[in-house]
């Protein structure tokens, strides 16, 4: 993925995911951009709902997703993804986050440590700035991300702490089963658990479908109006 120029940030939240779209699509018709051996890959996906942790951010109603990554063959990558949201109300409609990262493997356990800042034009004051350590073993991952900040606009709340332990089965050689749980540790609004468990179908060509089933606790529940749920997508990565 790339990061937007500033020129592009200045700009509405519906024109900057509507650059990563547009870019998105014109990386797919270019054969070179597309080599095996580049450090950049991208993905696009239309999904019917688009939940953080259990909570929708678009009111249960459709999400245009895209993004881009560079990774280095020494384990520093660095990325963008960008979605449309409507939980922040009028003027606030995309979510654009930006990461910077090391993965390496240590002992045959798989690390990844990095920073992640959630950008929210036109409601800045959502933005949310996350350390993050991950740790997989085979097809398990344990992951703890850190607010530094305050957590997406609640005030007083740096220092959030956030837990999810998931899995990845490959059930044949297209289909694959994804289950996880998360944790809120000490946010006083909303502790508790949130849980998911999906199935995705590898198309070829990079397309892929999916189907996926979200939770939350009672307690969790009461940090927003969501009900448990799931949602269909259909993806591209190239």
């Known amino acids: ?4 120029p500033a020129s592009v940030l200045s700009r509405s939240p519906q024109k900057i995911l509507a650059v990563s779209v547009i870019t998105a699509a014109s990386i797919l018709l270019t054969p070179e951009i597309r080599a095996e ?6 993905n696009v996906g239309l999904f019917s709902d688009y939940r953080f942790r259990g909570h929708t951010q678009t009111g249960e109603e459709l999400a245009l997703q895209g993004g881009f990554d560079f990774a280095a063959d020494n384990g520093f990558y660095a990325g963008n993804w960008n979605s449309s ?11 654009s986050d930006f990461y910077v990262g090391y993965t390496t493997e240590i002992g045959g356990i798989g690390v990844d440590i990095g920073n ?3 950008y929210y034009p036109g409601a800045t004051v959502a933005n949310t700035n996350e350390l993050y350590l991950g740790l997989s073993y085979g097809p398990f991952t344990f992951k703890t991300s850190y ?15 956030y837990y999810n332990f998931s899995g990845s089965f ?3 050689d297209a289909l694959t089963l994804d289950a ?25 060509g990079g397309f892929s479908l999916g189907a996926t089933f979200v939770a939350t ?5 009461t940090f927003g109006p969501d009900k448990n749920g799931g949602f269909i997508s259909i993806s591209k990565s190239f």
């Open 180 to 204: 996880g749980v998360g944790y809120h540790a000490n946010l006083d609004t909303a502790e508790g658990y949130d849980y998911s468990i999906g199935l995705s179908y590898d198309l070829g």
């Open 116 to 118: 992640l800042f959630y």
């Open 37 to 42: 051996d580049s450090p950049i890959s991208a």
């Open 1 to 4: 993925m790339s990061r937007h």
């Open 147 to 161: 607010a530094t900040t305050d957590y997406f606009g609640v005030d007083n709340s740096d220092g959030n702490l």
């Open 170 to 172: 490959p059930l044949s």
């Open 217 to 221: 606790e009672d307690d969790y529940q």
């Open 85 to 95: 949201i409507s939980w922040l109300g009028a003027g606030a409609g995309v979510e």
